[in-house]
């Protein structure tokens, strides 16, 4: 590292930092050792507070929101470690419904930094790795009393999987991240019971049966408990565009699949001992959120398969007598044929942008699935051109990466540092 590198003295110095280590999947040696010996260093702050580690393909996000929300509202201190950010990486480390200021979070980089630099590492650690640490740090400086934790990817090898957790849940798998995880959902889902520890009650929300037969195996070779989502009944369902409410339950969460994620939630409260009624307070941005009417804008971070077969079953429910404009941009790694195939059939008008992100597609490239799309080389100007030809009763949809989406939500709603 450089002299003028050794001094972090600013938050955009720290995010510029951070930017610059990667993830170093490819060179950084998989493993925990990394993360340990860097927590250790700090005192091991993850041991300081009740954690519940959250897995899954689909609707971890969403769920851990929804734990989060309840413990909140029955008087917990929480924390909420999420990934990925939408506009500012300050958002994936909150403490009761608030991200950490940037100063907060300059402090903590600057800690996590100074420990990794004096142990003897193979590596430094990773954007992923140092940003969890740096949580698991600002939780216990903060004084938190339980943290919600979403596992970044996969589980086993994720540096998350460091937490003693008083619950792991783990929400539907389903194709993703193939190239780290697996091409088969039961190599998926291996790596997914990862977190599953001894002595751990383990939350499982409803799997395709080759996942299932996974969990479960690995829950009773290590003598755990299990619980399911199914055992929270859903009772006098009611679904509008905005939410659901069901066994007396409100979810604030749009979409038919946030009904499974609040059954999961329900239950993971119920055996933390905390009333599930407080799932009322979710928010959770850019996952079918409404940020505009007339015309109505909704943002999805749709990124794999799952993900936009739910985004289209909401459309079809609540939208299909309206025109549809979809604003699509997505990462080179991701399943983009087969998202297209489910999603572009649905829109009358197509628009391709990218994410101001390395791995982005090339708006051009989508312009070989539907030759219906145009290209527009920034999503403002993709807005722009929607909403300069939109009638007021059309729906602009924005979807494909949850970075095009932070995009969006900065430009639509703002800077979003205050809670959600």
Known sequence: MRDDESNVASY???VRFLYALGNEIKTAKLGLDRIRKVLHGLGDPQRAYRVVHVAGTNGKGSTCAMIEAALRAAGVRTGLFTSPHLVEP?????VDGFPVTPEQFQRAFTVVHETAEAL????????FETVTAMGFWLFRELHVETAVVEVGLGGRLDATNVVEPALTVITPIDFD???YLGHTLEAIAGEKAGILKAGVPALFARQRPEAAAVLDRRAAKLGIAIHRAEDFPVR???IDARGSRFSEL???LAGEHQVENAQTAAVALQVLGVDPRGIA????PGRLEHVSPNPDIILDGAHNPAGARALAEYLKRFYSDRKLWLIYGAMRDKSVEEIAGILFPLAQELIFTAPKFSRALRPEALEELDERGRTAPSIREALDLARNHASADDVIVISGSLFLVGEARALLCGDRRQPY
């Open 250 to 252: 409100c979810c604030p």
């Open 236 to 238: 006098d369902l009611e």
């Open 281 to 284: 307070e979710t928010r959770w």
């Open 177 to 179: 991240h193939e190239i």
């Open 120 to 127: 003897d590492l193979d590596c430094h650690p990773t954007y």
């Open 12 to 14: 955009p110095d720290s």
């Open 90 to 94: 300050t958002e994936r480390i909150q």
